[in-house]
């Protein structure tokens, strides 16, 4: 499924349909399936009841009854990915039922193996991913409708209600509203190449105003999701079983490996959207800033990993902007790195009162029935596993190194 082979690039390398990017819908999957073939209704069952199979303490006995399905009746990437979602909503279910007090060590076979074999077939990691949670996680309520949070719902669900499904549709708005800045970076690529500045000064223009319009789409998290609810109910269903104290050992997948594997929990650093303007602009964050970016890579699908890649070997768009001498694309580049800082610090302000904040009021919340008690591993990092203030700021501060002075 990898796209880009390191072969003589030419205009058209950058084709966003080449690793599988719409261009309404960026790094979204477009229109999303929400219901899988018939052979899978058992698995449909179950996570059409998540929050309440949860709530009550019944979902692990639910999964225990479930029958071992085949993967092979499942066709085509939509299904593919509708399968993903569903199986690891329900891993994460079956994991944190509980709480952090009551892990387990074993995921069943009936449940491991097919999830497994489709992430395999997607070249995704066997965990809750952004890909999942987010990117293949939407659905409008009315077909002819329009892509406001209105008309928008999750085609899957876990404990959290209304803050949950805000969460998921608010981050769904913020990679809605970075499309026409995924539309320039190819526009912006074919420029330098064919020393086409004013076709560069127009795209820069587009890039910086997408991210102005992914920040104020990130603020509407304040209009939609209570920070009780998302500190003490929802983090620990992202959270994965690598560097967290609450499962040291990892998760063993039953009927595929005897030994355990770790893997990270859900992040927006996994979305492929500032990786790739942070290539086409030439930020270069620290080294274990950088470690941990790259990390979350592999929790991309391919093909938007091997965009950001293929970015990464096009000619240095600062590079141009430094020889060019040319002071309107110098403002217009640094116009676009100060969108970028900007939107990582109002992502600072968010992450502050959701988790700082909210830490400092914690107590249980309840939702649903299901009564959180906040994560202790999770107290002081992120639930991709980042020391999420020290990294968020240290990604803030490389970004404005990365202005062209005067």
């Not at 070249?123 to 406001?148: C, M, T, Y």
């Not at 941990?292 to 600062?318: C, N, Q, T, V, W």
């Not at 100060?338 to 904040?357: G, P």
């Amino acid at each position: 499924m990898e796209a880009g082979d390191g072969k003589e690039e030419t205009p058209l390398s950058l084709a966003l349909s080449r690793f599988q990017l719409s261009e309404d819908y960026g790094f979204l999957l477009p229109n999303p399936l929400t219901e899988l073939p018939a052979p899978y209704g058992p698995w449909m069952e179950i996570a059409r009841e998540l929050p309440q199979l949860i709530a009550s303490h019944r979902l692990r006995s639910r999964v225990h009854q479930m029958p071992q399905l085949s993967t092979r009746h499942l066709r085509g990437r939509e299904e593919l990915y509708l399968a993903h979602l569903v199986l690891s909503f329900i891993t994460m279910g079956y994991l944190w039922q509980e709480g952090e007090e009551g892990t387990v060590k074993v995921l069943p076979r009936h449940l491991a193996v097919p999830f497994w074999e489709v992430s395999q077939a997607l070249g995704l990691p066997p965990i809750l991913s952004h890909a999942d949670f987010v990117l293949a996680n939407w659905r409008r309520k009315d077909p002819s409708g329009p892509l406001e949070i209105e008309n928008l719902d999750t085609i899957i669900s876990l404990p959290g209600g209304e803050s949950l499904r805000g969460f998921i549709l608010v981050t769904f708005l913020v990679e809605k509203a970075a499309v026409p800045g995924i539309k320039a970076i190819p526009q912006a690529i074919r420029a330098i190449r064919q020393l086409d500045e004013e076709t560069l000064h127009q795209a820069l223009q587009g890039l910086a105003t997408a991210i102005g319009a992914m920040g104020k789409a990130l603020q509407r998290m304040h209009d939609y999701v209570d920070p009780a609810v998302f500190y003490a109910v929802i983090r620990i269903f992202l959270s994965g079983w690598k560097d967290n104290p609450a499962m040291p050992d990892g998760l063993v997948y039953e009927g595929v490996s005897e030994e355990p594997m770790a893997f990270s929990g859900g992040s927006a650093a996994q979305s492929t959207i500032l990786h790739a303007f942070d290539e086409l602009l030439g930020i270069r964050h620290s080294q274990e800033s950088t470690a941990f970016l790259h990390r979350m890579r592999d929790y991309m699908p391919p093909p938007h990993r091997a965009f950001i890649e293929e970015i990464g070997r096009a000619p240095s768009l600062k590079q141009h902007v430094l020889c060019s001498g040319d002071a309107r694309l110098r403002a217009a580049f640094n116009h676009c790195v100060t969108a970028l800082a900007d939107f990582r610090s109002c992502h600072i302000a968010i992450v502050t009162k959701y988790i700082a904040v909210a830490k400092a009021k914690a107590g249980r919340a309840a939702v649903g029935g299901w009564a959180g008690r906040p994560p202790a591993a999770l107290e002081a990092k992120g639930t991709g596993g980042s020391h999420i203030f020290s990294f968020l700021k240290s990604v803030r501060d490389t970004t404005r190194d990365g202005l062209i002075s005067a």
